[in-house]
């Protein structure tokens, strides 16, 4: 009897991606069916971040959550005007065709890329740093103990280099 091979990576990861748009689906839809106002909000004040879910291709989707971080916090205000007035299409509506809320939900986002661009760069020039300080320290060790020990502490011997 023949043994059936194993799924490729590939095939299981599609599997995965497929589970997990199949599970968002249905969410979105529920959350339709409960609330529609709210929804065309999400919907329409979260397009940065689906834009960065659909650019953004690293494993852990890092644009995503700093533009959807950002992003939520500029619809949040606008779903909580919603929620505490009155909600209904009619006032979702009149949120999205204000250009004022729409350039807050979009700036919130713009800022999330500005984050997303400016923090690695920035991690990369501390760690920089921090690793230069340490190898000074390292140095200034080093330098302290020859002087105690002698010039030979720091030079290994010839039978052990040849070994390697």
Not at 26 to 39: C, E, P, Q
Not at 56 to 72: E, I, K, Q, T, W
């Amino acid at each position: 009897m023949a043994e059936i091979p194993p799924p490729d990576a590939a095939a299981a990861q599609s599997q995965t991606r497929g589970t997990k748009l199949m599970w968002w689906a249905i969410i979105i839809g529920g959350m339709m069916m409960a609330s529609l106002s709210s929804m065309m909000i999400l919907l329409f004040g979260m397009l940065p971040t689906l834009v960065a879910y659909i650019i953004d291709r690293s494993p852990r989707n890092y644009a995503m959550y700093c533009v959807g971080g950002m992003n939520l916090s500029g619809v949040f205000p606008y779903l909580l005007e919603l929620w505490t007035g009155n909600h209904d299409i009619d006032a979702a509506i009149e949120i999205l065709t204000n250009p004022a809320s729409l350039l807050v939900m979009y700036a919130a986002a713009g800022f999330g890329w500005m984050l997303f661009m400016a923090i690695p760069p920035l991690v990369g020039a501390v760690m920089t740093v921090m690793s230069e300080r340490r190898l000074t320290y390292l140095h200034d060790k080093q330098k302290d103990i020859v002087k105690e020990w002698g010039e030979d502490v720091g030079i290994p011997d010839e039978d052990e280099v040849e070994d390697e």
